[in-house]
């Protein structure tokens, strides 16, 4: 679908990362998948792609509950973490969201970033793509308790930029992700692929 949306109408944007504005998830499949093999198991990316939003703490915590042998969760997710962060490097952007952040930046709306990766690795993506200036608000794993689907990283986010529900727009690649910005009550772009897909009011 092509977007539709006149952006001037929210004063704020608050963008989701892996999946949505960066094409980082790929890379996510490979260091989960590369860590279930040294623990025995294999990772479904499937799996990995449906629960996008999610901390890595609690994917863990489900590969556990479905029998699967992980040793200590926190070391399990340092691996993880690790062996993404060998190519962070190779991460770049969306074009088309990118463009859309770029463009309202320009024209005075807030940008929030409400993720479930490490806020380290939120920083330096942002960082290396010369983005970290245009963003106001991040809100990362680190920074709450309950993840997506609960709604509690978008409201933080709209909290610290400062407006109202009504005057923000998320944008979102996954199921737990859209889930969590209706819960929320902010208006919704699903987007896939760096694609847009749907829009959802949900104020």
């Known amino acids: 679908m092509s977007f539709p949306l006149a952006i001037n109408r929210y004063r704020a944007l608050i963008f989701d990362l892996d ?42 915590r489900m590969f556990k509950e479905m029998g699967h042998e992980v040793g200590d969760i926190d070391e399990f997710v340092s691996r993880k973490v690790e062996l993404y962060r060998q190519n962070i490097d190779k991460v770049q952007a969306f074009p088309k969201i990118l463009e859309i952040l770029v463009k309202a930046k320009q024209n005075g709306v807030k940008i929030g970033i409400g993720s479930g990766t490490q806020r380290m690795n939120a920083v330096d993506i942002l960082k290396r793509l010369n983005i970290e200036s245009l963003v106001d608000v991040i809100v990362s794993a680190n920074d709450v308790k309950r993840h997506k689907p609960f709604p509690d990283t978008f409201l933080q986010a709209q909290e610290a930029l400062g407006v109202e529900k009504k005057d923000c727009l998320i944008f979102e690649d996954g ?29």
């Open 19 to 60: 999946g949505t504005l960066i094409d980082s998830m790929p890379w996510h499949v490979l260091a989960w998948r590369q860590v279930g093999l040294e623990h025995g198991f294999e990772v479904d990316p499937k799996f990995i792609y449906d629960h996008g939003g999610v901390s890595s703490h609690d994917v863990v």
């Open 175 to 203: 199921p737990l992700g859209l889930e969590a910005a209706k819960n929320a009550g902010m208006d919704c772009v699903f987007v896939r692929s760096g694609e847009f897909v749907s829009y959802s009011l949900f104020n």
